[in-house]
């Protein structure tokens, strides 16, 4: 369907905020710990640099900075808010760390939940939200984007912790006379889940003669990046194509595609694909490497702080990953004069 119809309400982005932690990781430096190089992994994924969690420092604490930030630029307060969304894999507690962020922040008149979609969480999220306005249930939200992955990575392997960064993103939806969301496609297949995933698993545990359970823990992700890569050069495409067709959009009318940022080569791959210019998907991998669900929200951040995007400039929303999942959102930037 297309959105916008009559008896539903509009949604537009108001604001938007990120937050890093400090302490930054080189190549150079890895390449002191383990077998790599700068060059080794640069060429291959377009990484120069990621940011890490300290020990006292939590995903939390940068969803909570990155909120802040997004409720600034629209000049919100947190009691403004009636739902608070956080996409994360990596919740401080298993149970749910939405409401914990809530609380913190004090968006005391709002209802909070997890949600989990990994790489494609910020554009589930983003999308569950929209439907929450759209049908006035709720007048304004928050859409938080945080991981810490970091601390889910064997050190040792060199495929996959040189990939991996830390940060949250956010950015606050209001209900909008004119509709800013034109076209959305939301995609999931867990035929190949093993493809990507941080498994649960542990040691038996027997309670009593006739009773052993596992106790689990969680492995440290395990990729296919080969597998991946085909996957999202083929599907990408294929989701924005379908979301812009929604929105009765021509690819080559958008300036802007904030894609995932996971690899350099499928950022190339899929504008080559789309038959975009390279420089209408901006990268922020060098220095940021893949954050998870919060890259989308993260470069549109510091896009919109050098004035490279402006309001009511139409952009496309991609995410993909394990799940596995993918989506788009086509939309406009800003809020409605």
């Known amino acids: 369907m297309k959105y916008g119809n009559s008896g539903l309400q509009g949604v537009q982005l108001t604001g938007v905020g990120k937050a890093v932690p400090e302490f930054c990781l080189t190549n150079d430096q890895f390449a002191q710990v383990i077998d790599t190089s700068d060059e080794w992994i640069y060429t291959r994924t377009g990484i120069k640099e990621r940011r890490v969690l300290a020990l006292d420092e939590t995903v939390l604490d940068l969803a909570l900075r990155a909120s802040q930030q997004a409720l600034a630029q629209a000049g919100l307060v947190p009691e403004d808010l009636e739902m608070v969304i956080l996409a994360t894999s990596t919740p401080e507690d298993l149970f749910g760390t939405a409401s914990l962020l809530a609380t913190r922040l004090g968006a005391t008149r709002a209802f909070a939940f997890d949600l989990t979609a990994a790489c494609t969480g910020f554009v589930f999220a983003l999308a569950t939200a929209a439907q929450f306005i ?51 496609e939301l995609r999931s297949d867990g035929r190949n ?24 823990a969680y492995q440290p992700i395990s990729m296919n990046g080969r597998e991946v890569y085909r996957f999202a050069v083929t599907a990408v495409p294929d989701v924005i194509e379908k979301a812009l067709h929604r929105a009765d959009i021509d690819p080559h009318t958008v300036r802007h595609y904030f894609l995932h940022q996971a690899n350099q080569r499928i950022l190339d791959a899929v504008a080559e694909r789309l038959g975009v210019p390279r420089e209408c998907f901006p990268s922020t991998l060098a220095h940021y490497a893949n954050t998870s669900a919060a890259s989308i929200p993260i470069t549109m951040e510091e896009w919109i702080t050098q004035g490279l995007l402006q309001p009511s400039e139409l952009m496309v929303l991609a995410g993909f990953g394990a799940g596995l999942t993918w989506g788009a959102v086509v939309c406009r930037w800003g809020r409605v004069a």
């Open 134 to 184: 759209r049908t006035g249930s709720c007048g304004r939200a928050l859409v938080v984007a945080a991981d810490g992955l970091t601390r889910f990575m064997d050190w040792r392997d060199r495929s996959t912790c040189v990939l991996f960064g830390d940060g949250a993103g956010a950015v606050v939806l209001e209900q909008s006379p004119v509709d800013q969301i034109l076209g959305m």
């Open 193 to 216: 889940a093993g493809m990507l995933n941080i498994a649960a698993s542990g040691p038996e545990v027997e309670i009593r003669e006739d009773l052993t359970i596992r106790q689990n």
